[in-house]
């Protein structure tokens, strides 16, 4: 199928797909005579999968650094655990929520403070007096 098609069928846009080959998520398809990609089921799969990784919250770059096993994660079963590939796999995955727990922290922290202004009197006059939140901001990251 051509490349419209594929991405229709995995729920995605051409673009996406363009995107994915050239960031070495998706391996170059075969082309037609006329220079024109063909996509068959086997791609379509692989690109839900992307798509799904992203979704989780993967960036393209964890999920390049796994692009050469996504074929074990394709179907309806997981792989062994412990099979190939998969420490490398799971760092990609504890490194992403090593990250997510520090975004929450991060996220939590200004939460509390804004918390705290909002139960002040008149918090938003005094934030606009003031201007801390700026500061608040800075504080956070």
């Known amino acids: 199928m051509r490349i419209g098609d594929a991405a229709a069928a995995a729920g995605t846009t051409p673009r996406a797909l363009r995107f994915y080959e050239q960031r070495g998520l998706l391996t170059p398809p075969p082309r037609t005579a006329t ?10 799969a692989r690109v839900r999968l992307i798509r799904d990784m992203l979704s989780l919250g993967l960036t393209v770059e964890d999920v390049r650094s796994c692009a050469d096993r996504l ?5 309806d079963t997981l792989p062994p655990r412990g099979g190939p590939g998969c420490s490398t796999t799971a760092g990609v995955v504890e490194r992403r929520l090593a990250a997510l727990d520090a975004e929450i922290d991060r996220l939590s922290r200004l939460r509390a403070r804004l918390a705290e202004r909002a139960a002040e009197e008149a918090p938003l006059d005094r934030m606009t007096e003031e201007a801390p ?6 504080e956070a990251r």
């Open 35 to 44: 220079g024109q990609r063909e996509y068959g089921p086997r791609e379509v």
């Open 133 to 138: 939140v700026r500061r608040m901001a800075e």
């Open 71 to 75: 074929h074990l994660l394709e179907g």
